[in-house]
Each structure stands twice: as structure tokens, then as C-alpha cells.
């Protein structure tokens, strides 16, 4: 799985690997993975880490050969800036796209061959609520998750016949080290963003993958899962 050093994602890759599955963990930080590695291990678990830019079309390509065979295929990773249109630079539209679409895409095309000639394989694809509720800044990653929504339906039909299921996990703020400055600048307004009262937290996020991944979800395919606690409505006045 894609950027399980941190967050979600070291939730999610911490939650699979409680469940038997040996997870290969990808990021940026070499001593972040290892740590990841082996506090899977102190579990119980098993787990292997390999590190690439998928901002580097080249790199994401090694990453899915390092890989290997694999039966499950969480795309975590992604970057946001939440800047304004005018204040977003090609380059900065341009990484969204590269780290939160393109990535998934290639390694989606690199990974499934193999699952479908195993005959099985499941793809769950980590969204945000920011892909159907707009806002005044964030549009670039805004569009980047919407695109990796469309590529999870696209997916499911393409590749449902063949024994892969294809779904998302739409999250809503949740509290992690990227949110971090969000949270303190803004501690009570985040509070009330949702019907809960509250922001999520990563292991709730991991808990809807781990159902999307097991076979107890076997007839889900092709949606988009929203984890965000309940949208609050705002009455005017």
C-alpha cells in the first residue's frame, strides 16, 4: 500500500497486517518505514517496506516491480495543498495529478494482470470528502480525487468479470501529522465540521478498508464508501 508511513495509511497497513496479511508499505522516509516494519512485527505481523516517488512516473513503475504479486492494492498516497486557483502553480497542479491520479493508474495497470490470472484481487482507492464538497481553496486536489473516484467505477467494471473489486473510502478530516496544523490554527471550527461533533481518527478510516478487503464485503464493487462522520447542514440566518 501506498503512503503507509503516516496516518491512514500506517493505520490501514497496521490493521491488515493484524489480520494476516503481509504488507509491503511504501513511502518517502526509509527510517519511517522501517519503523513501520517493525512495529508490525512487534504485532505478530509481517510486513516489507520499498520506497519511491510516485510523483516519478519511472519510479512508480519500479515500485510495482518491487512489489510483486499482490492480491490487495490500497493507493493511500496523496498530496493537497489547499492554496487558490491563482495561487496554485502548473507544477503544483501538475504533482496532484502525478501523485494522487496518475500513481493509482499505473499501478493499477501494472498490479491487476496478476490478479487476474489469479482469478481474485481487491483495489480500494483512498479518496476525500474535498472530491464532492467544494470549497474555496484545495480545487487542484479537489479534482485529483474526484478523477481517482470516475478510475474506481471505471475499475470495477473493468475488471469485476474477472474477480477484482474495485472500491473507495472517502474520508473527511481525520487527525494525523499532515492535519496537525490545521487542527491548531482552526482547534473548534474542525470540531464542527461534521454531524459527529468531532473529526475522525485514522484507525476508523482503516476499519471501513479492512471490511472493503475481506470477504465479508464480497458484493460491494464499484462504490465509494463516504467515512466522514455526517455533513453538517449550516441554516442560514
Not at 55 to 67: I, K, N, Q, T
Not at 165 to 179: I, K, L, Q, Y
Request: zero cysteines; glycine letters at 12%; proline letters at 4%.
Amino acid at each position: 500500500m501506498t503512503g503507509a508511513t503516516a496516518g491512514i495509511g500506517r493505520a490501514v497497513a497496521v490493521r491488515l497486517a493484524e489480520n494476516g496479511a503481509e504488507v509491503v508499505v511504501h513511502g518517502r522516509d526509509s527510517r519511517r518505514g522501517a519503523e513501520l516494519v517493525s512495529a508490525i512485527a512487534e504485532r505478530g505481523g509481517r510486513a516489507r517496506f520499498v520506497t519511491a516517488d510516485l510523483s516519478a512516473a519511472a519510479d512508480v513503475e519500479r515500485l510495482a516491480a518491487e512489489a510483486g504479486a499482490v492480491d490487495i492494492l490500497v493507493n493511500n498516497a496523496g498530496v493537497y495543498e489547499f492554496t487558490s486557483t491563482p495561487g496554485t502553480s502548473a507544477d503544483s497542479f501538475d504533482r496532484h495529478l502525478a501523485i494522487n491520479t496518475r500513481a493509482p493508474f499505473q499501478l493499477v495497470g501494472a498490479l491487476t494482470p496478476g490478479m487476474v490470472a489469479r482469478g481474485h484481487g481487491v483495489i480500494v482507492n483512498i479518496s476525500s470528502t474535498a472530491a464532492t464538497s467544494v470549497a474555496p481553496v484545495g480545487a487542484a486536489y479537489g479534482a485529483s480525487k474526484a478523477a481517482l473516484e470516475t478510475l474506481t467505477r471505471y475499475w470495477a467494471t473493468e475488471f469485476g468479470g474477472a474477480g477484482i473489486r474495485v472500491n473507495g473510502v472517502a474520508s473527511g478530516p481525520v487527525r494525523t501529522p499532515g492535519t496537525a496544523p490545521l487542527l491548531a490554527a482552526f482547534p473548534d471550527a474542525m470540531d464542527q465540521v461534521t454531524a459527529r461533533g468531532r473529526i475522525g481518527d485514522p484507525e476508523e478510516i482503516a476499519d471501513v478498508v479492512l471490511f472493503l478487503v475481506e470477504q465479508r464485503s464480497s458484493y460491494v464493487n464499484g462504490t465509494v464508501v463516504a467515512v466522514h462522520g455526517g455533513e453538517r447542514s449550516l441554516l442560514p440566518g
